[in-house]
């Protein structure tokens, strides 16, 4: 054995050692500040009971205001239909003012007006019926312009089964949803929110630590001792990996047995994609507070790029494929848009390797980069 | 009194130096909003304006050709496949290479000839069901588009009811035009809240604040030079926004700017309120980041902005009460969309007031307590 080779391998050894007792250093810090333990495990919980509960965009129990012109029994009887329908709670306006006046209070979201000849008209088979929605919140409004068609529509073609009127549309669309048959909301935003907290918790847990030590002056210190910074980088990522998996692990089990989300995809590629996109995550806190070697910016900046984009831009709630070209290739640098796409199909899904594979494949390659490039500021840094 | 405005002024101007004058800090506050509001503005719709679909035609008719060229010519709905086995349907909606799979049946003009309706039978991918519900619907009205061209071609009756639909407000559904007056409050809530927050904490870290202490200023002093630079920088961050909303976006502004900037600058204050009283019950940075970041993600997820309050349970939207943003947003949407003037804003406007109040005198008493 040559001397180099030895002396190589001899060095190894105290490589390790030097790691482990930065963990242990670090771990005891984590251990010791309770505000560490609070991001890694108490605000994962909060966070997924806290949005689970309150995110949906499920369209349920629609005050909707009826104005009846004149009464008749196709009226009576339609109105009878919406009210035995679980998307609406239909109420009686006595004239289109009120009726107006509620929906501008926002008292009910939409009005169906009946006008006076109904009756007459539905007869002759051209009946006309009037419907305004509040416009503020238009994807809502949406979903109840296609409910009260829906309702409407079932409650002819009942008619025309009964032989009262003798009509069906020429084409009618048979539609399935997949992986969601009851089209619950929870099942995509639950895991969403997973990569939401994933992102926050990562990227806070590692952002302030270094710019800490630099503001403190306690990194020069270190600096002094034969550690060397990638040894520093590793000593300061394994304890907040550990955290950030734990916390990961609440989501989960908050996801499955509180939010009743199906797994469909196997636990394995779950869990190999959140470690790495807990590193990914820990890795742009460490590049950021590596960088501005200041708290108040440090933080700012890790709210900043992860939050608000993994909220907006991740294909979470918004769909990537409408977006313009510019902003599309802006989501394309956002790690989180990833690992979205692979949490809905392994939620929802299962383990679609078409999806799997690269999403995988990329976010290990942000996760290396930015390992390398932490390292890099550093040692640009120390000089 | 004279005294004690010039000594929260002096203390202001230190405050906006210590903020202002290094530039990276004073880019992290500027620069971000009218960035994100930009960014946001267009990926922040439930609109879509691309769906890829791809489509196992059996009948190879002139009928089917004529529905799926109604597709195409929407201009909304691409398709990239045409499918000739059963078999690929799953392929496509697995891999996410369609949004929604047809399949029209070999006998579909047959039976349209026949007036025995036929039936498309369309599968979407459902791991995001809001926006596969919204496919659906553009869908669905090409179809009624279809329905209503085949009755007349073919001296059919028209059908026994039709609806006709308006939106009030927003006669096109854009959803765009909720959400950008909606992110007025929601980009400037995170920073202001942030910043007032880590900057009494800094000062502790650093020990700076024992030396403020020793000179003649009030608490109460102290909190106003503390909170008056916040204000500046969430009204600039506020018109950064609106100007994008207006100048960029081009969405109509309805109502009057006293009245926004009135409710603007009640929202900042309660943020500031809750950023302060955070601030003195916060011994580290860290713990103060720790803080707001608890209460800003809540905040802003449970603000309506995306979700309807409505849709929460009832014990959560208790919790909503106590969310400056929440008011701010129904501010800035009504006055901005609606139009809407003060007095309907009522109810916006005292609970914005008395989280204000609330906050500002708990965190006075607590720093004059510290104090001692």
Known sequence: ?383 | MLSAILRILALTRKELLAVLKDRRSRTSLLVPPVVQALLFGYAATYDLNHVPYAVLDQDRSASSRALLAGLDGSGIFERVADLHHAGDLARYIDARRALLVLQIAPDFERRLLDGAGAEVQVIADGRNSNTAGTALGYLSSIVEQFNISWRSDHALPAAPVEIVSRAWYNPNLETRWNMIPGMIGTLTLIQTMMLTAMSVAREREQGTFDQLLVTPFHPYEIMAGKALPSMFVGTIQATGVLLVAQLWFRIPFAGSYLTLYAGLLLFLLAAIGIGLLLSSVAATMQQAMLYSMLLIMPFSLLSGLTTPLSNMPRSLQYFTALNPLRYAIDIARRVYLEGVGLNVLWPDLWPLALIAAVTLAAASWMFSHRMQ
């Open chain 1, 1 to 383: 054995m040559s001397g180099e080779a030895a002396a190589a391998l001899n060095a190894w050894p105290a490589k390790l050692r030097r790691i482990r007792a930065l963990v242990r250093k670090e771990t005891y810090q984590v251990l010791r500040d309770p505000s560490s333990i609070a991001i890694g495990v108490v605000l994962p919980l909060i966070l997924i009971l806290l949005f689970g509960y309150g995110l949906s965009l499920d369209v349920k129990n629609v005050p909707l205001a009826i104005v009846m012109d004149e009464p008749s029994g196709e009226a009576t009887e339609l109105v009878g239909a919406l009210e035995l329908s679980a998307y609406f709670r239909p109420q009686i306006a006595d004239s289109m003012p009120v009726a107006q006046q509620l929906l501008l209070q926002q008292k009910v979201d939409g009005i169906l007006h009946i006008q006076s000849d109904f009756a007459r008209r539905l007869s002759a088979g051209q009946a006309t019926l009037q419907l305004i929605v509040h416009g503020a919140d238009a994807n809502r409004a949406r979903i109840i312009q296609s409910y009260v068609e829906g309702a409407v529509g079932a409650w002819t073609a009942q008619r025309a089964a009964q032989g009262q009127l003798t009509d069906s549309p020429p084409v009618t669309l048979l539609t399935r949803i997949w992986f969601n048959e009851a089209n619950d909301s929870s099942y995509f935003l639950v895991p969403g929110l997973i990569v939401l907290v994933m992102t926050l918790i990562g990227a806070l847990l590692t952002s302030m630590v270094m710019a800490r030590e630099w503001e403190r002056g306690t990194l020069e210190a270190l600096l002094v001792t034969p550690v060397r910074s990638d040894e520093i980088l590793l000593g300061k990522t394994l304890p907040y990996f550990v955290l950030g998996l734990i916390g990961l692990a609440v989501c989960v089990l908050a996801a499955k047995f509180l939010f009743q989300v199906p797994m469909r995809g196997s636990l394995w590629i779950l869990l190999g994609a959140s470690m790495l996109y807990v590193l990914v995550a820990l890795g742009i806190g460490l590049l950021i507070s590596s960088w501005v070697k200041n708290q108040l910016v440090a933080s700012q900046l890790t709210m900043l790029v992860t939050f608000m984009p993994a909220f907006m831009l991740s294909g979470f709630l918004f769909d990537l494929r409408s977006m313009p070209l510019l902003v599309r290739l802006i989501t394309y640098l956002l790690p989180a848009r990833y690992y979205v796409a692979l949490l809905q199909s392994v939620f929802l899904a299962g383990d679609v390797w078409p999806v799997i594979v690269p999403n995988t494949l990329v976010l290990a390659l942000m996760a290396a980069v930015l390992g390398l490039s932490s390292r890099a500021v550093m040692n640009k840094r120390l000089i």
